[in-house]
């Protein structure tokens, strides 16, 4: 069914599937690979390519001629989104949140380059807020005559997960081991959702890992299973959510949008062992969390794991300071006159 569901292809897939060797030696996985979701190769790549290739579909079927977004100051989906609504000839703005700034950084120097016109709502990151003042755009923009598309957060509806169905299906394909793990970020639930509907589909006894960077997990179990509802509607497809088993982990994170100081030994570690580049906003602390879990006989060392990497390598770009003074403490680097 899902074959038959409209989609524009953004992304290039399928990912690799690659082993991280070193970090699997030095903690002790019997076999540690990872999804490089951080190549899907579109706008700087990342997760919500992979979503937006069903969201666009439905924007451009229903004839909108403008879509709007929301997210935090330096959200990977507002970048990817307005990158989409270009490629596809849409226009495209975007209400963001978050501390003051002076400098337009990462992300949000992407979302410039895309010319995404934007309202930001300093100091405020809520999404209740950003939701209410993008609807208040959307109707200013009916009022004017325009066909606003208002793409929730994160992208993730119902329909936008089923790009992790699809992923799922691809990694069913990478590898012949059908017990694995996979371990993910969650933010807004759509790339878990997706997945776990994927995983219920194409591979029976696979366990899909969340690890929050924002919300509680009670908050998690309840909009995950709402957007997994979403998707089986759509692809009409029977689910018994009494079978739905959600797990995640919400004690990886402090704030959203604030590095840890485990999410920054991971970003260095692997940089280090592995020459792969992880975020402070997401992957970071996924990493952080999947090691931690290991460590504590939470995740099975002896089973395949899977680390999925989900991008965000702008964001990298707005936290120079941290590394900056890693650069000067570690004295790696020398002026010559
Ligand atoms: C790099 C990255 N990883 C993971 C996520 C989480 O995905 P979701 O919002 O679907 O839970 C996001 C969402 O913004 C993201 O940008």
Not at 15 to 38: A, M, N, V
Not at 178 to 189: E, L, T, W
Not at 294 to 318: C, E, M, R, V, Y
């Amino acid at each position: 069914m899902l074959e038959k569901i409209p989609r524009i292809k953004l992304s290039n897939l399928p990912t690799p599937l690659d082993e991280l060797k070193e970090l699997s030696k030095k903690y002790g996985f019997k076999k540690l690979l990872i999804k490089r979701d951080d190549l899907t190769g579109f706008a700087g790549g990342g997760n919500k390519a992979r979503k937006l290739e069903y969201d666009f579909a439905e924007i451009i079927k229903s004839d909108h001629d403008v879509v709007l977004t929301a997210g935090g100051i330096q959200s990977n989906h507002a970048r990817m989104t307005a990158a989409a609504a270009r490629k596809l000839g849409i226009d495209v703005k975007v209400v963001l949140g978050g501390p003051d700034f002076k400098k337009f950084k990462g992300n949000l120097l992407l979302d410039v380059l895309f010319s995404a016109e934007i309202r930001y709502l300093v100091n405020d990151d809520s999404n209740d807020h950003l939701t209410s003042e993008m609807n208040k755009w959307a109707d200013e923009l009916k009022r004017e005559g325009r066909k606003p598309f208002v793409l929730p957060i994160g992208g993730s509806t119902g329909l936008g997960a089923l790009g992790y169905v699809k992923a799922m299906h691809e990694i069913s394909q990478q590898l012949a081991d059908k017990k694995v793990q996979i371990v993910m970020a969650v933010g807004s639930c759509g790339t878990f959702a997706g997945s776990i509907l994927g995983a219920k589909m194409f591979f029976n006894d696979a366990r899909i890992i969340g690890i929050s960077v924002s919300r509680t997990s009670q908050a998690i179990i309840e909009r995950t299973k709402e957007i997994i509802l979403e998707s089986s509607e759509i692809m009409k497809q029977k689910i018994n959510m009494n079978e739905i088993k959600i797990e995640c982990y919400d004690q990886y994170y402090v704030e959203y949008g604030l590095i840890t100081k485990e999410g920054k030994n991971a970003i260095l570690e692997c940089a280090n062992l592995e020459g792969i580049i992880l975020d402070p906003i997401y992957t970071g602390k996924v990493m952080a969390g999947m090691i931690d879990l290991a460590q504590k006989n939470i995740i099975d060392k002896k089973l395949t794991t899977i680390f999925l990497h989900t991008g965000g390598l702008p964001i990298l770009f707005s936290f120079e300071d941290e590394f900056d003074e890693l650069a000067k403490c570690n004295k790696i680097y020398k002026k010559v006159q």
